[in-house]
């Protein structure tokens, strides 16, 4: 028997994937079931990082919330995004990727059964953080319609109780590629002011949004900028997954508190990743718009190869999602057979929320170039006879 904290933490389905693709050898493969791109990072962070190598600076546990010169170049970058100023040294902390940002901060907040409120579906990562810190998820739908994904405004309203701690919003929304417009943000606003919860917001791919959709940061929302926590990489946007450098930016009296739990979980960041942060963050040529021009591209492919079966269009970030509940499979079925019989791995949203997201397939088009997304919709046809 796993320990209590662990027993609503399920497996991921990702890595399973991924080794299950890893073992074939096979070069064939199309690899939908991982967050990775193929597209390189700025070439200055590159060689910013190669020079932290012989840096003896950068092989050091100090200073433990980050090398200052990054702290002010995320807080410059949070500043142009959300219009809120912020003191580096009070406000900004650098954490071991998005993800550890995200769980510190949770620790920081959550009494055990305070609430959580997410999107549904949402990444099952989020939501074991959320347990893992001793929080209750709460589950509010995005609706699948032609255009995309909407928020339930309703539902939310309905979410508030005497519980109701934090609203963890990530967006665009993974793994749906939902964008929340204006109306949504003001809705969620309310809901924290009301319910007097913080929002920690996920930035993780906020600029990867596509079709010219307009960005907003909530923080600049009326009354926001006192209750919103935000946690950013550059894991995505500037496709450097493997630096694990990230941030959290909040109001001062909470980032003592998520400060001490920082460097009581992993003590410090990378000190040879975040130079090549920092140059990332500040250099003219970061390659987020050709990037996401691309991304764009090959979800554009993606909805073409299926556009006569029920997948859901994405307004931003790196997959989208397909219901294949509506073409008679489950998804562990459908993903085993698309892996043994389409050559293509992507995973079961099994987990990822509610026992509704079971019903939906993912399909991670960052990694893949056009010329290998076409073609999708005949592995399909060979995997499911469609």
């Known amino acids: 028997m796993p320990v209590s904290r662990l027993q609503f933490v399920p497996p991921i389905g990702v890595d399973r994937l991924g080794n299950a693709a890893d073992a074939a050898h096979d070069p064939e493969i199309l690899r939908l079931e991982n967050m990775d791109t193929d597209l390189r990072p700025p070439q200055a962070a590159i060689l910013a990082t190669q020079q932290a190598v012989e840096s003896d600076a950068a092989n050091s ?4 919330m980050g090398q200052q010169s990054l702290r002010e170049a995320v807080t410059r970058h ?5 219009g ?3 003191d580096w040294n009070s406000q900004c902390i650098i954490t071991a990727g998005g993800l550890n940002g995200i769980l510190n901060t949770l620790l920081a907040l959550l009494e055990p059964g305070d609430e959580v409120i ?3 579906p949402i990444y099952v990562g989020l939501l074991n953080r959320v347990r893992l810190a001793g929080g209750i998820p709460k589950f509010v739908p995005l609706i699948p319609g032609p255009q995309g994904w909407t928020l339930d405004r309703e539902a939310l309203k309905s979410m508030v109780s005497s519980r109701t701690r934090v609203v963890l919003m990530v967006n665009p929304s993974f793994p749906t590629g939902a964008l929340l417009t204006r109306e949504d943000w003001d809705a969620i606003a309310d809901l924290c002011r009301s319910a007097n919860a913080w929002l920690l917001y996920d930035a993780a791919i906020e600029r990867i949004v596509f079709d010219r959709l307009p960005y907003l940061h909530p923080a600049s929302l009326e009354g926001m900028a006192d209750r919103t926590i935000t946690v950013g990489t550059v894991t995505k946007e500037q496709r450097m997954i493997g630096w694990r450098v990230g941030w959290v930016l909040g109001p001062k009296p909470i980032m003592t508190d998520i400060a001490l739990v920082n460097i009581s979980n992993v003590v410090c960041q990378v ?3 975040m130079p090549g942060a920092e140059a990332a963050l500040t250099t003219k040529d970061d390659g987020v718009t050709a990037a996401v021009a691309e991304w764009q591209a090959r979800r554009d492919v993606v909805l073409e190869e299926l ?3 029920p997948v859901i269009r994405p307004s931003g970030g790196w997959c989208l999602l397909m219901d294949v509940s509506k073409v008679g499979l489950d998804s562990e079925t459908a993903s085993r057979q698309l892996l043994e019989k389409g050559k293509v ?3 079961p ?6 026992e509704r997201a079971s019903a939906y397939l993912r399909l991670v088009y960052s990694n893949e170039p056009v010329s290998r997304l076409r073609g999708l919709r005949e592995r399909l046809r060979q995997a499911w006879n469609l």
């Open 78 to 82: 949070v500043q142009r995004l959300s």
């Open 307 to 309: 556009k006569d079966l």
């Open 349 to 354: 949203m099994k987990n990822w929320g509610s």
């Open 61 to 64: 546990y100090l200073p433990f």
């Open 118 to 120: 997410l999107n549904d």
């Open 345 to 347: 791995a992507a995973t």
């Open 271 to 273: 000190g040879i990743a």
């Open 84 to 86: 809120i100023e912020y």
